[in-house]
């Protein structure tokens, strides 16, 4: 018998569906918290299978446990748990937020080609003004994405519908995706959409030729900052900058800089530099940047607990079938490396 332990809110069809598998037992914390505390010894010792946030202050009483699958993106509340040395399997939810945050990316696109900021303002001082500013179009530019991965691939998806051509800057030639978690319908599984890939040492030639761009890297210790001056300068002075990713990716003082300056037309920003942003700080006051605070995919989203509960569902069933993983994490990642 495979014992499953439910440490999240229940999404009831896919909890039936975890119920009515062979060989399997459910149980289901009753007060479920996404926060680290302990859970009653007798609850936790027999289990194999934990679906979870954050694992239990006192995980290592968890003897059988052989899987742990977390509701989050990020993972790094696994590191130190020692679970590649106790032979624990663990999986995370990436997949879950590309579809509102590749949205998110494409609304902003449109907002910030057709000056909708200055349109509100317009409204609210009932101003009528039709300038040229407000009537633009996305079709036809060039779309730069920076990383790859589920939220890059369905905004190129998404891009492409709408006549934009794309660029993409990666380290590594493109794959296809395997035993990746996406909504079904969404995204480029075989790395095929963009008009033209680009590679670390072109990067220079990938930020010229761009009328937006979008962060979509994880933040590491690579890659934090790795948007600079220098970069920034390479940038259109017509192009727009978006970042749903993370804000340290790019520089602090150089973003206000460039938009002071007017090294770029704009930025639409979803992370941050301070959480909350205190309401003094420059970026507040540019007429140029959307501010949005970091809900272009968050566990409020409509879908989220459907999206990540179907990850759940399908890595048990995987699991009792010796089947590789959805978004299995690696020994160096599990590292934190």
């Known amino acids: 018998m495979l014992n499953v332990l439910i440490d999240m809110p229940v999404y009831e069809p896919v909890f039936r569906s ?23 010894v007798s609850q936790i010792q027999d289990c194999d299978v934990l679906f979870c946030t954050f694992l239990p202050e006192n995980h290592e009483e968890m003897k059988r446990l052989k899987l ?38 494409i609304a902003m ?59 993409v800057l990666v380290r590594q030639p493109i794959q296809p995706r ?8 969404t995204g480029d599984s075989e790395g095929n959409l963009p008009d033209r890939v680009f590679y670390g040492s072109e990067k220079e030639a990938f930020l010229k030729s761009l009328d937006f761009l979008v962060m979509a890297i994880p933040q590491t210790g690579t890659t934090t900052g790795i948007m600079g001056e220098s970069e920034l300068r390479l940038l259109k002075p017509t192009a727009f900058l978006l970042n749903p990713a993370r804000g340290p ?19 639409a920003l979803d992370t941050h530099y301070h959480y909350p942003m205190p309401p003094d700080h420059p970026l507040w006051h540019f007429p140029n940047v959307i501010l949005t605070p970091h809900i272009s995919g968050s566990s409020l989203s409509p879908r989220f607990l459907e999206r990540v ?29």
């Open 178 to 185: 395997d035993a990746v978690y996406n909504v079904p319908g």
């Open 109 to 167: 696109m449109i907002n910030l080609a057709r000056d909708l900021r200055g349109l509100v303002r317009n409204q609210e001082g009932r101003i009528w003004d039709r300038s040229a500013r407000f009537q633009n179009e996305i079709r036809g530019s060039v779309v730069g994405i920076w990383g790859y991965g589920g939220i890059g691939r369905e905004t190129a998806r998404l891009a492409k519908a709408l006549g934009m051509t794309v660029h």
């Open 309 to 337: 509960s179907e990850i759940f569902l399908q890595n048990v069933e995987r699991f009792q079938q010796g089947e590789p993983l959805l978004n299995e994490l690696t020994a160096s990642q599990l590292a934190g490396n």
């Open 18 to 40: 975890v119920q009515q598998l062979p060989g399997v037992s459910v149980a289901v914390v009753e007060q479920p918290e996404e926060k680290v505390r302990p859970l009653p």
């Open 68 to 105: 742990v699958q977390i509701s989050s993106a990020g993972y790094s509340q696994l590191f130190g748990k020692n679970l590649v040395e106790r032979g624990i399997r663990a999986c995370n939810s990436l997949g879950v937020f590309d579809v509102p945050i590749a949205e998110w990316n």
């Open 249 to 267: 990716l790019i520089q602090e003082a150089a973003l206000i800089k460039a938009l002071a300056e007017g090294w770029i037309a704009g930025a």
